[in-house]
């Protein structure tokens, strides 16, 4: 694939649709929509850019338990597991807005990063957001969301609640049920 050119279709306030316009190996036109936290493409060029957001993958402090979140998602309509995590605010350093989200998701202090990964594309199907996903361990009292715009329930789970929560259909975000798979099955 050979890329052309890209234009937006329209702009929100998250997110920007865009066409991108790729000549194919048989020489023919191959329009593709994509969304994009950058509102200027146009101007930059089709790439991955700075860090979007941040995910968390949290343990208390022995490490024998992980943090999940079940939150109400919109754009499934349904609730559904997932980690910690936001947006990275203009001007603000990846590792500060883990604490940041972290405390405001979940009411927990963030203790310690054990590690954080290299940026990810998140959907790489439909975006190129990126995110950089921290390995935590936090303390501290949970609590509901302080945003009155997300509905959030936070909970500690070990290993063979996390199997079971895996064999019984509950829905997990992509990224999640992989990471507790791995997690609960050592």
């Known amino acids: 694939?050979?890329?052309e050119s890209i234009k937006k279709v329209v702009g929100r306030k998250f997110f920007s649709?865009?066409?991108?316009?790729?000549i194919n190996n048989n020489g023919d036109i191959k329009e593709y929509e994509l969304l994009s936290?950058?509102?200027?493409l146009e101007d930059?060029?089709?790439?991955?850019?700075?860090?979007?957001?941040?995910?968390?993958?949290?343990?208390?402090?022995?490490?024998?338990?992980?943090l999940l979140e079940k939150e109400f998602r919109l754009a499934c309509n349904s609730w559904v597991y997932n980690f910690p995590g936001g947006l990275v605010e203009k001007g603000e350093e990846p590792s500060r807005a883990v604490a940041r989200e972290l405390?405001?998701?979940?009411?927990?202090?963030?203790v310690e990063i054990i590690d954080k990964l290299s940026p990810a594309v998140t959907a790489v199907g439909i975006s190129n957001e990126t995110v950089e996903t921290y390995i935590v361990k936090a303390a501290g009292e949970l609590r509901e969301s302080d945003n009155a715009n997300e509905e959030i329930e936070s909970e500690w789970y070990t290993k063979e609640q996390v199997k079971e929560m895996l064999k019984h259909g509950e829905l997990f975000a992509l990224a999640t049920q992989r990471v507790c798979y791995m997690w609960a099955n050592n």
């Open 103 to 110: 405390k405001e998701e979940t009411g927990l202090d963030l």
């Open 44 to 66: 930059k060029g089709l790439a991955v850019g700075n860090t979007d957001a941040v995910g968390m993958i949290v343990f208390n402090h022995d490490m024998s338990k992980i």
């Open 1 to 3: 694939m050979r890329f």
């Open 37 to 40: 936290r950058e509102h200027n």
């Open 17 to 22: 649709l865009y066409i991108a316009k790729y």
